[in-house]
């Protein structure tokens, strides 16, 4: 989310209402629906959902946790009801439109979101199973039912808001009702392109790793422990120092080559040299659970050789010179000479996190940053070593498009910053309304001890 969504403190504080615990509810175990009403901890029912007073406990220790509680405790609390209370008018939606998700969808989603959380730890699992004292299997399985509830909540919040757009004249409102002393300073941004190039790896090189895996093989086979095997040869950081080791997997979760040949193993097998996107791997089975797999395998990358890596910087050079020399603009270059996936889009770098061509300092690599921070805007970097995301060598160009100093939002440089802004208050507002014209037509029904929230009389429940 960009920083200009900290642009109003009286937005900000209607919409954490709804926005600010979307990741803390998916630790909330949802339970089933029960017919007596308030006891045993019941202190909402919604239709036919209902929300236990261990929910709220859950959601308010794990926000705690989080977060330095500057609000008072009960008024915290009457925030975290609301989002359970809105979350089970959602899913009472969901059943009366008859929406479903299927196994598959749920499936994804939470490989997606456990692949991420794996990543900003370092690619370390251990580090996540020792948190929550669970194995990745367990904690994918007991936070399934959440996610299923939290994807119908998405797809009917979707389907409310999916027919809100907004003018130049609303966003042009929008900002003019902000006081001056309310905006907000946007970090320094920069917008960067790329031409890579890969230095070809030679075939006496591909057979020497081939004949390299088959030894270890061999000596798997011969009685050698496949994860000191892996400890002292794998190229895969992430997973030598545990021998290889990637836990449990789901299918859909790994390269297609790399899955193909682990899940037609058994338990124990070896695999036959294989080869992906990442290098060249052999795999060792551990165990399957339906359509979870626990694999270890030794990876070794190709590395080119020194006179490889020489022509890649000598030919990028080349390719900056003609660009230097007006033959052509980065673009055209870039999608004639680079190597990287993004050549056909100009070479231009998008921002995976926002999906625009802008970053902050933050969400570029130390390596990347170290590099664009010497350049002015329209200025080419020499060629410099890059390692790619499946851990490739590579070399490239960098080309800096764009750098604008810390400042506060303007509509001539944050027009799409101010416009999404203005959106997403357009989407609460009919959120909002809706929530008032439902509560008014479904049965709810709160414990006396939220009766003085400000949701209930904001959203007029009886």
């Known amino acids: 989310m960009s920083s200009f969504f900290v642009i109003s403190q009286p937005i900000i504080k209607k919409m954490k209402k709804f926005l600010f615990t979307l990741l803390l509810l998916a630790s909330v175990l949802v339970c089933t629906a029960q017919t007596n009403y308030f006891l045993d901890g019941i202190i909402g029912v919604v239709g036919k959902e209902v929300i236990l007073k261990s ?79 669970k194995s990745i299997a367990e904690i994918k399985r007991d936070i399934r039912e959440d996610i299923y509830n939290q994807m119908l909540s998405d797809m009917v919040q979707q389907n409310i808001t999916s027919d809100v757009i907004i003018t130049p004249s609303e966003v042009k409102d929008f900002i003019k009702r902000i006081p001056a002393d309310s905006l907000p300073t946007i970090q320094t941004t920069y917008e960067y392109g790329h031409i890579v190039k890969i230095p070809p790896v030679s075939e006496d090189e591909i057979v020497a790793i081939k004949e390299q895996l088959e030894s270890y093989r061999e000596r798997v086979l011969r009685g050698e422990r496949f994860s000191m095997l892996a400890r002292l040869y794998s190229d895969d950081p992430g997973t030598a120092t545990k021998g290889g080791d990637l836990g449990f997997v789901d299918r859909g979760t790994l390269y297609p080559e790399f899955e193909a040949a682990a899940f037609a193993l058994h338990t124990g097998e070896i695999s036959p040299v294989i080869k992906t996107q990442a290098g060249y791997h052999i795999i060792q089975m551990i165990e399957r659970r339906g359509e979870s797999i626990h694999v270890a395998h030794i990876l070794i990358q190709p590395k080119p050789s020194a006179e490889e890596q020489v022509k890649a910087i000598e030919y990028l050079d080349s390719v900056r010179q003609e660009i230097l020399a007006n033959k052509m603009d980065f673009s ?68 800096l498009k764009s750098k604008v100093a810390a400042h506060q939002p303007n509509m001539y440089e944050d027009y799409d910053y101010i416009k999404n802004a203005a959106l997403e208050e357009k989407k609460y507002n009919t959120l909002q309304k809706w929530i008032v014209n439902k509560v008014k037509v479904t049965s709810i029904k709160l414990n006396e001890e939220y009766k003085d929230c400000p949701f209930v009389e904001e959203w007029q429940i009886p």
């Open 55 to 133: 929910d709220l406990e859950k959601v308010y220790a794990e926000y705690s946790n989080q977060y330095s509680l500057d609000e008072d405790e009960h008024d915290l609390k009457c925030q975290l009801f609301q989002q359970l209370v809105f979350q089970k008018l959602l899913i009472h939606q969901a059943d009366l439109d008859s929406i479903t998700i299927t196994n598959d969808e749920v499936d994804n989603t939470i490989n997606y979101r456990m692949a991420a959380m794996i990543q900003q730890v370092g690619g370390n699992e251990k580090i996540i199973e020792d948190y929550y004292h």
């Open 332 to 399: 055209e270059a870039a999608e004639l000479y680079s190597d990287a996936p993004d050549k056909m889009a100009g070479g231009w770098v998008v921002n995976p996190y926002t999906n625009s061509y802008k970053f902050e300092k933050d969400y570029i690599d130390a390596s990347t940053f170290l590099t664009i921070d010497k350049l002015i805007p329209g200025e080419y970097s020499s060629p410099v070593p890059f390692v790619n995301e499946d851990g490739i060598m590579t070399y490239r160009l960098i080309y």
